[in-house]
C-alpha cells in the first residue's frame, strides 16, 4: 500500500517568508509526528497528533511554527517568518498507536536563503 | 541535551563480517527502543525494536540487545551485506510521556563487498 508522502520535496524561501509542508500518512494511522533534522544532528521532535486529541506541541522551537490535522489524515506544519536556521529536513511519520513503530516519509528540504 | 547519544558517526565493515552498532542513553525511564534505517533522500524505516522487559529481540539478520543497567542498547547486523550500508538511527521513548521519541545522530554504515 502507500506510504506516508510529503510536498513538496524541496523547498527553497528566502527569509522572512512564510511556508507550509504537507504530509499524508498512511490510511488508518491515527498518530502522527512531525521532526526535522538539522545538518549533523537527530531527529528533534517537533508536534505529535494522535486521534481527536489535543496535539503534543512540547517540541515546537518557537511560536512561529504551527501544525494542524485535518479530519484526522492530513497534516500541515507552517514556520511563519522563517529564518536561516529553520533549514533541515523536515521529516513526517505515522503510526497506528503511540506504542507502534513510525512509518517515515520522505521528507521536505527545507533551506532559507 | 542529547538524551540518546551515538557516538560511532561512521562504521565500516567487511561483507559476511558481523556489523555492531552502539547506542547510549541518559534516561532510566525509557522503556521502549528502536533502530531505523536511512538510506539517503529517504525517510527512516523502521527495522527492530525492544522493550525494556527484554534484554534481546532478533529478527532475521537482525539483533538488538538491551543493558539497562548500562544504558547501552546495540545492533548488531550478520552477516553484514552491501545493501545494509545506509545510516542507522536509535531511538528510545520515555515511560510517561510515551509521545516524543528522542533519536541519536545516527551512524553511517559501510559494508565493503
Known amino acids: 500500500g502507500a506510504g506516508v508522502s510529503q510536498s513538496p520535496s524541496n523547498k527553497v524561501t528566502e527569509k522572512g517568508k512564510d511556508v507550509e509542508l504537507r504530509c499524508d500518512p498512511i490510511?488508518?494511522?491515527?498518530?502522527l509526528y512531525w521532526y526535522r533534522q538539522s545538518l549533523g544532528q537527530g531527529l528533534e521532535f517537533l508536534i505529535y497528533?494522535?486521534?481527536?486529541?489535543?496535539?503534543?506541541k512540547s517540541g515546537l522551537p518557537s511560536d512561529r511554527f504551527s501544525a494542524e490535522r485535518t479530519g484526522g489524515s492530513v497534516s500541515t506544519l507552517t514556520i511563519q517568518r522563517t529564518q536561516q536556521e529553520d533549514s533541515a529536513v523536515y521529516l513526517c511519520?505515522?503510526?497506528?498507536?503511540?506504542?507502534?513503530?513510525?512509518?517515515f516519509g520522505p521528507g521536505t528540504r527545507l533551506t532559507v536563503t | 541535551d542529547q538524551q540518546v547519544k551515538q557516538n560511532s558517526p561512521s562504521l565500516s565493515v567487511q561483507e559476511g563480517r558481523i556489523s555492531i552498532l552502539n547506542c547510549d542513553y541518559t534516561?532510566?525511564?525509557?522503556?521502549?527502543f528502536l533502530w531505523y534505517k536511512k538510506y539517503p533522500a529517504e525517510g527512516p524505516t523502521f527495522l527492530i525494536s525492544?522493550?525494556?522487559?527484554?534484554d534481546k529481540n532478533e529478527d532475521g539478520r537482525f539483533t538488538v540487545f538491551l543493558n539497562k543497567s548500562a544504558k547501552h542498547l546495540s545492533l548488531h547486523i550478520v552477516p553484514s551485506q552491501p545493501g545494509d550500508s545506509a545510516v542507522y538511527f536509535c531511538?528510545?521513548?520515555?515511560?510517561?510521556?510515551?509521545?516524543?521519541?528522542?533519536f541519536g545522530t545516527g551512524t553511517s554504515l559501510t559494508v565493503i563487498p
Open positions: 511519520a505515522s503510526s497506528l498507536g503511540w506504542n507502534r513503530e513510525q512509518y
Open positions: 490510511s488508518g494511522h491515527t498518530a
Open positions: 497528533f494522535q486521534g481527536n486529541s489535543a496535539p503534543d
Open positions: 534516561n532510566s525511564m525509557f522503556d521502549y
Open positions: 525492544i522493550s525494556s522487559i527484554k
Open positions: 531511538a528510545a521513548r520515555e515511560r510517561d510521556t510515551g509521545n516524543q521519541f528522542y
